[in-house]
């Protein structure tokens, strides 16, 4: 039975398992699990996340926490055969955390947790290897003055390097008991002088520290900042594993070593790793000493390498997913320590998902929910241009796929610095520690001079989804001054790199790049997601270049052409202002008049495309003055190619301009002071869909009006639009079919969609004004507070990219319910942003829209998710629909 506080494990027996991983922490539900399937896992307990909650909420560790400690220390003494800060065979621990979701911001691992001047002399003669307890003495103190008492790392690493110098050896592995002793009596000094007082003797206080030191780690800027992108609730907190340890350190036959059970990079099925013999657990991680590739441990540790492939694959059968596991040999045997499904890249979970259908692992359905949606679009980044011939300067390890060029950057500060402003940056650093992670995020790539295929660097960046080329060993960096160089070739901060994260090339200067062709592999699972899917998926597209892309990428239709972006195209942008600024009537249509040709030509393009699906042109929407010049002497230039008088012209741009322009005069208002306008882009619309039937082309357009908060601005835009199809269908005898709808974008329109539906063949939500307006909310403006609002927990996304269930949803909810009841078979879609968020397609799909519209890059992850959406029903109680 589990205590109030405490899960126990070991022996074949274990209270909870894989299902409690909001209560044990991703690591301490999965040991669990491991015990109790028979996989070979030393004993220990977990504590839970509640205790975590309640050492935040009071700042203390709850009542009868430390008694059940006391039993379940006893209960591991019994089992091990060892005694916990005495006696000849002393127990040792290692202490973990480890949170529901995996988090690298948070303190992770403390080892040898259990020794002291006494307990170290008793472990060399139990070990018989005085070396080896010196060794494990030195790792604990360092590891527990480092991330418990908060004593910089620096000071314990010279230590070493000059212990290392003094013998003349290369590795710590090489260093003597003597040498190890010694280092160990400076590291005192180093903890004494860094924090005035001394190293803690007692084995008990130090695993209260160290459970407090975990807890506390929950609350760390780091782990902060990682929740917020990685969008992890903050109120979760952390548990606390502590294992009895077992030794990767005791020579030859000892080792330890991490393993995927497929390449987490390509998804190929292959034990895929790196290990080290003679050490223990952060020495592979660490990049001090260079790991092995694991197919080298078939040589060093046969029996162990089988044992290890055994277990691998049956914990993936088990799992029905590719697992990342850290295990450690000692003298001979195995122990995993820890086993998580793997992070990896998109193409590696789409291969490893089909390839585990075709194995008889999983269902088809199944494979849908291994590959998370929003990692999709890695698969359609750029790779290099093969035509490019470009010659690499050095080559690393290829740890995140895609291709990318950036500028130089040496420091996270500086990846965020520069970002901020627009630049397009690549982090190049020795190696990544969790500090780097807001600058890894800012950038489009990471290079990294030191660490393998799961260093941090290397697992952030897929994680990310950036591309990232690890250890590339001829990179150095300087801070002072800041600069590259790359084997000979050197480089200040802010020169041109480029990177390929597929080979692990790394090139000076801007090399282009190619859109990527999706693989066999992913056609097979989009063909499922497609079977299982309602929703429909369309694409955001303003251009023929666009929709070609957006319908290679599987979207069925245009949800949304916003046709404003085809008027600022190159020298349009003059007879558009000449519309706008015209002093009469006359004036303005002779600037339609030129206008239409042009118009027509973009929308003949787009129906190409697009032959045979639905094609949604929105009618035009933003401010008027956005199409205006601002600086006087632009104002006086326009005048001058426009023929205008100066002066009257500045009179009439100052008439137009809006303190608040997101709220002011566009979308509807536009065509409704203007009829002219949407008549001329109605006529371009039709004439283009005629001429298009001419060439053998199927057309089915969907006009679209922005904006609408009155039935009546809607029902008069709808009457023109008829009135102009009409006019050129009859003109060229061509019939086409047509349908006319509305935006649902504010909050009015919600509340009065049943009378706007009267007249409408469809309702698009565009969820970014609705946000906008329901929070009252400026798209433009929120990102200065957004975020703190999200830190904060006032908001648990931000609303601009995951749909606000509560509010705009219930808007949504309104619009459909009243939409739906005064016209039945109201064709329903989305086309803001949240169109491809898949926890906003979930809802999209609940709430029994017909489609989503996305951008075209985003266009199979909505795929994706509509069928996970899908999936979801099924589990899901009929209520919640
Ligand atoms: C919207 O408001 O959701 C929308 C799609 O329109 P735009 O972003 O162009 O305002
Ligand atoms: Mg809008």
Redesign the pocket.
């Known amino acids: 039975m589990p205590g109030r506080w405490i899960y126990h494990f070991g022996d074949g027996v274990a209270d909870g398992g894989r299902g409690d991983a909001d209560l044990l922490g991703g690591k301490g539900a999965n040991l669990a699990e491991m015990v109790s399937i028979g996989v070979p896992v030393p004993p220990g307990f977990t504590i839970t996340t509640e205790a975590c909650r309640a050492y935040l909420a009071h700042g203390a560790l709850p009542d009868g926490l430390e008694a059940e400690v006391d039993e379940h220390l006893a209960l591991l003494e019994r089992q091990t055969g060892r005694t916990f800060g005495s006696g000849p065979d002393p127990l040792l621990v290692s202490v973990r955390s480890g949170a529901a979701a995996s988090m690298p911001g948070m303190m992770d691992t403390i080892l040898n947790l259990g020794l002291n001047q006494d307990t170290v002399v008793a472990l060399a003669g139990a070990a018989r290897d005085e070396r080896f307890a010196w060794d494990a003495y030195r790792r604990f103190v360092q590891m527990h003055a480092d991330v418990v008492l908060g004593v910089p790392a620096r000071a314990f690493e010279e230590r070493l390097r000059a212990g290392r110098e003094r013998l003349g050896v290369a590795t710590d592995a090489d260093l003597t008991a003597v040498e190890l002793r010694s280092i160990t009596e400076d590291f005192f000094a180093i903890v004494a002088a860094a924090t005035g007082c001394e190293f803690p003797a007692d084995p008990r206080g130090q695993l209260t520290l160290a459970i407090e030191a975990v807890f506390g780690s929950w609350n760390t800027e780091r782990a902060r900042s990682y929740r917020r992108v990685a969008r992890i609730p903050e109120h979760l907190g952390t548990a606390v594993s502590v294992v009895a340890m077992v030794f990767g350190n005791l020579g030859a036959t000892s080792g330890t070593g991490v393993a995927f059970t497929r390449n987490p990079a390509t998804g190929e099925r292959r034990l895929f790793g790196e290990f080290l013999v003679n050490a223990q657990g952060e020495d592979v991680v660490a990049g001090t000493r260079d790991p092995l590739a694991l197919d080298a441990m078939a040589d060093a540790l046969p029996e162990a390498y089988g044992e290890l492939r055994r277990v691998a694959e049956s914990l993936e059968r088990h799992y029905g997913d590719v697992q990342d596991i850290e295990f450690t040999v000692e003298r001979g045997r195995l122990y995993l320590l820890q086993t998580r499904t793997a992070k990896r890249t998109a193409a590696a979970a789409v291969r490893a998902a089909v390839e585990m259908v075709d194995e008889g692992v999983l269902e088809e359905a199944d494979a849908l929910l291994r590959v998370d949606p929003d990692q999709l679009d890695q698969l359609l980044h750029p790779r290099l241009d093969p035509a490019a011939e470009a010659r690499p300067l050095a080559t690393g390890l290829p740890a995140s796929p895609g291709a990318v060029a950036g500028r130089i950057v040496v420091t996270a500060e500086s990846a965020v610095e520069w970002a901020a402003r627009g630049e397009q940056v690549i982090l190049v650093r020795e190696e990544t520690s969790p500090e780097d992670f807001d600058g890894m995020v800012a950038a489009r790539g990471i290079l990294t001079a030191r660490g393998g295929m799961t260093s941090h660097a290397a697992v952030v960046a897929r994680g990310l989804g950036l591309c990232c080329v690890a250890g590339a060993s001829s990179v150095r960096t300087r801070e002072d001054p800041r600069s590259v160089s790359v084997g000979e070739h050197e480089f200040s901060e802010g020169d041109w790199i480029t990177l390929d994260g597929s080979t692990g090339e790394i090139f000076a200067g801007r090399v282009p790049t190619t859109d990527p062709e999706p693989s066999e592999h992913f056609d097979r699972l989009m063909a499922w997601a497609d079977r299982e899917r309602r929703l429909g998926v369309r694409a955001?597209a303003d251009t023929p270049a666009d929709a070609i892309r957006a319908r290679a990428f599987g979207a069925e239709g245009i949800g949304?052409c916003?046709t404003e972006h085809m008027f600022f195209e190159g020298e349009r942008i003059d007879t558009v202002r000449e519309m706008i600024l015209a002093p009469d009537d006359g004036a303005r249509q002779r600037a339609l008049d030129r206008l239409l040709p042009m118009q027509r030509e973009d929308f003949a393009g787009i129906f190409r495309a697009m032959d045979g699906l639905p094609v949604t042109v929105?009618l035009l929407?933003?401010p008027l003055h956005e199409f205006l010049p601002g600086a006087p002497e632009e104002v006086d230039a326009l005048a001058q190619r426009l023929g205008r008088d100066p002066v009257e012209l500045r009179g009439r741009l100052g008439r137009l301009r809006e303190s608040n322009p997101m709220l002011g005069h566009r979308?509807v208002r536009l065509g409704t002071t203007f009829p002219a306008i949407s008549r001329m882009q109605a006529r371009a619309l039709f004439e283009a869909a005629v001429d298009a039937v001419g060439k053998g082309v199927s057309v089915r357009p969907e006009v679209m009006i922005?904006?609408v908060a009155i039935a009546e601005e809607y029902t008069r835009q709808m009457t023109l639009v008829r009135d102009v199809a009409e006019s050129v269908m009859q003109a060229s005898g061509v019939r086409i079919d047509y349908l006319v709808g509305t935006?649902i974008?504010l909050p009015r329109a919600a509340l009065t969609a049943g009378r706007i539906a009267a007249d409408a063949d469809f309702f698009?939500?565009?969820?970014?004004?609705?946000?906008?307006t329901t929070f009252g909310l400026s798209?433009d403006d929120a990102g200065s507070f957004l975020p703190f609002y999200v830190e904060q927990g006032l908001l648990e996304h931000d609303p601009f990219r995951t749909i606000d269930l509560e509010g705009v949803g219930e808007l949504v909810c309104i619009a459909v319910e009243r939409g739906r009841a005064a016209r039945p078979g109201l064709k329903l879609g989305?086309?803001?942003?949240?169109g491809g968020d898949p926890r906003s397609i979930d809802f999209f799909h609940r709430t029994g829209l017909d489609y989503v519209s996305c951008s075209p890059f985003r266009v199979p992850a909505a795929r994706l998710a509509a069928a996970r959406a899908s999936l979801g029903d099924r589990t899901r109680p009929v209520s919640q629909g």
């Open positions: 955001n949304l916003r929105r929407d933003p979308g922005p904006l935006m974008e698009s939500f565009g969820t970014n004004d609705l946000t906008q798209r989305v086309c803001g942003e949240h």
